[in-house]
């Protein structure tokens, strides 16, 4: 799944951001602790943080979901995942849940922690091709990961879904990156860890895929090339 067909050139290489280079789940789990120990702990009704954890990520990957969809804002989407989960345990102050969602989004985008082999592929590849980003995030919070981790250097086009109201996988975000930097599909390469909002977009706007799938998972679609590891990269670049 990692050999490169040797009829294909490629001249522009695209990467997704949170979890593909940016250690997403390790930053979010370091920011929840702190913030949970600091302003949620001392306070009644609250379980231990494991049971808090696990709540909060099955209402932030619904309104998540709804976010790709368009069917709810930033505005809406960064308050009412943390209102949801303190109201289910007893704790109506969407002030304190807005001001809680603020504060998670400005200490992750301080966290540094990236992939093995993420700076020493990015250097690597980056003397060969062109690098961009295109991910979904919030413009603002994801420009202070790639500065904060030190990634920014890497990229030449960097595109959230935010700054142009679309959201992967709707194929217009990854044409609009391609338009950017002037790029056609043929020649492009989009490397994501999420099969349905990278790999089936990107497949759509007529670019070849590489899906990172450090775990293992079942694949559920035809990605063009399945890595491991983001080494594998240099092999196949």
């Known amino acids: 799944m990692g050999e490169l067909n040797p009829m294909k050139t490629y001249r522009h290489i695209f990467f997704d951001l949170d979890s593909t280079l940016w250690d997403f789940e390790r930053n979010s789990l370091e920011t929840l602790t702190e913030l949970f120990h600091e302003t949620l702990e001392p306070r009644p009704g609250i379980p231990d943080f494991q049971v808090f954890l696990k709540q909060y990520h099955s209402i932030n990957d619904g309104l998540w979901a709804s976010y790709r969809r368009g069917e709810i804002s930033r505005e809406v989407l960064s308050p009412r995942r943390f209102q949801l989960t303190f109201e289910s345990y007893g704790i109506d102050d969407p002030g304190f849940a807005h001001w809680f969602g603020e504060e998670y989004l400005r200490r992750s985008a301080l966290k540094d922690h990236t992939f093995p082999d993420a700076r020493e592929v990015l250097d690597y590849l980056r003397k060969k091709y ?99 590891s983001l080494g594998e990269l240099k092999d196949m670049l």
């Open 130 to 228: 062109p690098l961009h980003i295109i991910t979904n995030g919030f413009t603002e919070v994801q420009t202070n990961k790639l500065h904060n981790s030190g990634l920014r250097e890497y990229f030449d086009v960097v595109l959230s879904s935010e700054e142009i109201g679309i959201n992967k996988p709707d194929p217009r975000i990854f044409r609009e990156a391609m338009r950017l930097c002037g790029a056609l599909p043929g020649e492009s390469l989009m490397v994501g860890d999420d099969e349905m909002v990278d790999i089936q977009g990107a497949a759509m706007a007529g670019m070849d895929q590489v899906w990172y799938n450090p775990e293992g998972a079942p694949a559920t679609l035809n990605s063009t090339y399945e890595i491991r």
